[in-house]
């Protein structure tokens, strides 16, 4: 009797066990990181008899956790990749809309700037024009300092929400070492695993994973270890490391990551943060807002230094009679270079190469020393593009290694600061140089009267440079005299003393169409020092039938202020292919860059798309082991208020059989 009594009673108290966690599961069907618990139940050690073995009943053995940590990775896993994404696509998405814009962006600031030349090309005297070029080049400066001012901006929210991540991950961090250290305490008090803090623990892991990758190792004590980036450790035991921001060791205006307890040496880890918001942060730090803002200085320096150059070349009439070779019209920020951290010497001398600024490549550079040769490496392909100990030269720079003495190393971002040091230099319309500082006639007679008698012209003359250029006060510099006995058929060249100094060989019967007269021109035969093509680049065309003894007169230009040969040469440069080596224009440039910025942007919205998907995929088959499921517990309360039930009355039969054996023996 007493067996019967004693299996009720394990019964009674176990299936109470039971209804108390199903009743605990529905509870927290609702609470977010919770497991479902089931109730272990095992019998009791059986009492040996000569007739056998007789049950002695049941025992909770454990409550544990439905879990699988494999399904729990999984969702901490994808957690951390659609946050990196999520965050990523919001940022570009904000830099596609800044750049795209109609209103905001560059595209309309060029256009207008170069609307602004076409009108001095049409009315050259007019001071109006003149200043309204002032102003469009303003305009054109304003708009770029205002989208490099957004990239500073959101460059700056960057590093404001890395600040905020580092706190929060810290915080966690340190949570989870506190709960390591409760749960291997009631683990060691109780020998059952506290399953409400183990929901707790993985709950906060999940909440790390969102920020940054994490990789878990357990112990065998029930402690976990979280690792982070190339396996640095985050939490160890019941300790746990800081993530603090640092200075960059290449760039101290870049905000770095380092690890390390308080008494430790801090250690840069930010090349290996992956996954998580702030891999998302440093992902669009690195791939889009850093490469954005050097792409825009880009085409700054290439607008402003081509524009300079042709314009060095024409004649302003701000020096009166006679005018001056005009100035650059834009200033630009110097390339950018950043000393290492452990450097001791001084910086090399970097500048943009302005004959070769087209070559401007879409890449940062770096400058350090091999042990004989300074070598120059273009960091976009880590191709070494120059070496030496002198003039590096490469990409559209100029580097300038010859002072410096001991091996540091340096990174040279060419156009970062381009559009910071940009601005219009001309502050009066007189300085615009429309005209071109050279000028075509005939040979005229005394009365004024043109003397040549054939229909042969020179136009399209213009030059590639300053150099040689005759003097203002040279009367007659060149004279090209038609020689029809000559053969073949030429124009002798004299200078102003009337020295021979080459010829261009003629024919009306083959040329008349037009030939051009340049530098390794096959019509040209040079004589005597310099000669003509020496002067400036000279560079001209020639077309017509001349008669014998006709002749063309080159010579500086005194009178520039209705000439607007030199405007209509900065016009064309709107269309010209002045960047990517000669293969896109300025608008095409910036057009490539909305467009890569557009592609980034549509990229990161379709793998967070989905990448969401795979994450819900991965919290459904979690929570098909780990959920609680209401349909289920409603059948395991039945289930066991049965059996609590049926056991209840095994110990009423029990009692009624024990008051029946009593009533036997006492009668």
Do not use: C
């Amino acid at each position: 009797m007493g067996d019967l009594f004693h299996n009720s009673i394990s019964g009674l108290l176990a299936f109470q066990r039971a209804l108390n966690t199903t009743a605990h599961n529905i509870a927290n069907a609702n609470t977010e990181g919770y497991s479902r618990q089931r109730v272990e139940l095992g019998t009791l050690p059986a009492q040996g008899t000569g007739s056998g073995f007789i049950g002695s009943g049941v025992q909770v053995e454990s409550v544990r956790r439905v879990f699988s940590q494999a399904r729990e990775s999984a969702v901490q896993r994808n957690s951390a990749e659609l946050r990196r994404l999520s965050t990523f696509s919001e940022l570009a998405t904000r830099l596609d809309n800044l750049l795209a814009d109609q209103a905001a962006g560059l595209s309309p600031a060029l256009q207008d700037f170069f609307d602004a030349v076409q009108d001095v090309v049409n009315d050259p005297i007019s001071s109006t024009s003149r200043q309204m070029l002032l102003s469009a080049g303003e305009s054109l400066v304003a708009r770029l300092n205002f989208l490099d001012e957004r990239f500073s901006a959101l460059q700056g929210e960057v590093d404001s929400q890395m600040q905020i991540q580092v706190g929060e991950i810290n915080e966690i961090a340190a949570t989870i070492a506190e709960l390591n250290e409760a749960i291997v305490t009631a683990q060691g008090r109780f020998g059952q695993p506290p399953n409400d803090l183990l929901d707790r623990r993985d709950a906060l892991i999940l909440d790390l994973s969102e920020r940054v990758s994490t990789r878990v190792v357990a112990q065998d004590d029930g402690a976990v270890n979280v690792f982070i980036g190339n396996g640095q450790t985050l939490v160890a035991g019941f300790e746990s490391n800081e993530l603090r921001l640092i200075d960059g060791a290449n760039d101290p205006a870049r905000l770095d990551i380092a690890i390390g307890n308080p008494s430790a040496t801090d250690i840069n880890i930010t090349a290996s943060i992956q996954g998580g918001s702030l891999g998302g942060l440093l992902d669009a730090r690195r791939e889009l807002i850093g490469p954005a803002r050097d792409e825009l200085g880009r085409i700054a320096a290439s607008v402003a230094v081509a524009f300079n150059n042709q314009h060095n070349l024409g004649m302003d009439y701000d020096a009166g009679p006679g005018g001056a070779l005009g100035g650059d019209f834009f200033d630009i920020g110097a390339p950018q270079v950043i000393s290492h951290a452990g450097n001791a010497g001084a910086q090399p001398s970097v500048s943009f190469n302005t004959e070769k600024i087209g070559a401007l490549k879409d890449s940062n550079y770096r400058l350090r020393h091999d042990g004989s040769n300074w070598e120059l490496t273009r960091l976009a392909d880590g191709q070494v593009v120059d070496s030496g100990t002198g003039l590096l030269e490469a990409d559209g720079l100029s580097v300038d290694v010859s002072g410096l003495t001991t091996a540091d190393s340096f990174l040279i971002r060419p156009t970062r600061n381009a559009v910071d040091g940009m601005s219009v230099l001309l502050d009066r319309p007189s300085q615009v140089a429309a005209a071109s500082p050279l000028i075509v006639s005939e040979a005229s007679e005394a009365s004024g009267q043109a003397s040549n008698g054939g229909t042969a012209q020179i136009s399209n003359l213009s030059i590639t440079s300053t150099d040689n250029l005759p003097p203002a006060s040279t009367a007659v510099p060149f004279t090209l005299t038609y020689d029809a006995s000559a053969s073949p058929p030429e124009f002798k060249v004299t200078d102003a003393g009337g020295n021979a100094i080459g010829s261009i060989a003629y024919d009306p019967a083959t040329d008349a169409e037009g030939i051009v007269v340049e530098a390794g021109s096959s019509a040209w035969t040079p004589g005597g020092s310099p000669s003509l093509l020496e002067y400036g680049g000279m560079r001209f065309e020639i077309s017509g039938v001349p008669e014998n003894g006709d002749q063309f007169i080159i010579a500086r230009n005194e009178n520039g202020l209705g000439d607007n040969r030199n405007m209509l040469a900065l016009g064309e440069l709107a269309g010209d292919s002045i960047m990517e080596g000669g293969s896109a224009t300025l608008q095409e440039a910036y057009a490539g860059l909305v467009g890569k910025i557009g592609t980034l942007t549509r990229r990161s919205e379709i793998n967070r798309d989905a990448q969401k998907a795979v994450l819900d995929q991965a919290i459904a088959a979690n929570e098909a082991v780990s959920g609680v499921n209401l349909e289920e517990e409603a059948a395991n309360l039945l289930k066991f208020q049965k059996a609590f039930q049926a056991s209840a009355q095994a110990i009423a039969i029990a009692n009624t059989l024990f008051d029946s054996l009593l009533s036997a023996v006492r009668s």
